[in-house]
């Protein structure tokens, strides 16, 4: 595995990270759950432009639009 692989496999530990601190964040009522859930969605967003730019340094376009765009897009919403 080459370090660029790696660094992709570290995004995904990152993403499942995020996704614990977010359903913690949803669970806090106590008035800084908008700051952190912005937080993470800006984390989120960094993350994916990371894989995505990964992605296409290692020749997996194909996985850009099925993967990532969909997050994007999700985010979006």
Known sequence: MNEKELELEKIQFEFEELERWEHLV????????????????????????R??????????EDRIFSNVENKLDEMEV
């Open 51 to 60: 894989e995505k730019e990964l992605l296409m340094e290692l020749g997996f």
């Open 26 to 49: 949803n669970n806090d009522y106590d008035g800084r759950r908008k700051k952190w859930k912005e937080r993470i969605r800006e984390s989120r967003r960094t993350l994916l432009k």
